[in-house]
């Protein structure tokens, strides 16, 4: 079975997505921002056995005003990991999340043309056309004359 262009789109988006995921992961401790360490108490409440609760409020509350599904998700990395292993893993987890994501909405764009037919090959060559230095100026001057008049 062939790959068609729009789902090799949302691969190559997912996959460079990913790639800029894993290369920024950092060594910041989990509660650096605010909703992280929230997520990490509530995982590691739902892995305790406490129930979706605030671990870290007295009386442990309830905690209604955040989603459980992606405690839900940190759970078994902080049930089994020590708290930096589980942060990690969930900061890859995040990549994964956000690649897959990205290749949803990319191969939604390229299937349904949000951005209008593809452009013809030809586009290419007028690329290349660009480039060439003595023609930069005009390519420019081209384009700015080509924009709509909003006087």
Do not use: E, I, T
């Given at each position: 079975m062939a790959l068609t262009s729009e789902v090799k789109a949302g691969l190559a988006t997912a996959a460079a997505t990913l790639a800029v995921g894993i290369l920024t992961l950092n060594q910041a401790l989990v509660g650096v921002f605010y909703d992280d360490g929230l997520y990490a108490g509530l995982a590691t409440a739902l892995a305790t056995g406490h129930g979706y609760?605030?671990?870290?409020?007295?009386g442990m509350p309830g905690a209604v005003h955040y989603p459980p599904l992606y405690p839900a998700l940190l759970t078994p990395f902080f049930g089994?990991?020590?708290?930096?292993?589980a942060a990690i893993a969930g900061k890859v987890l995040n990549a994964l999340l956000n690649a897959g994501a990205a290749g949803l909405i990319a191969w939604h764009a390229t299937k349904t043309q949000v951005l209008g037919p593809p452009p013809p090959c030809r586009a290419g060559s007028r690329v290349l056309w660009c480039l060439r230095p003595r023609s930069r100026y005009?390519?420019?001057?081209?384009?700015?004359?080509?924009l709509p008049n909003r006087s």
């Open positions: 609760v605030h671990p870290n409020l007295p089994v990991l020590s708290v930096h292993g005009r390519c420019w001057q081209r384009r700015v004359c080509c």
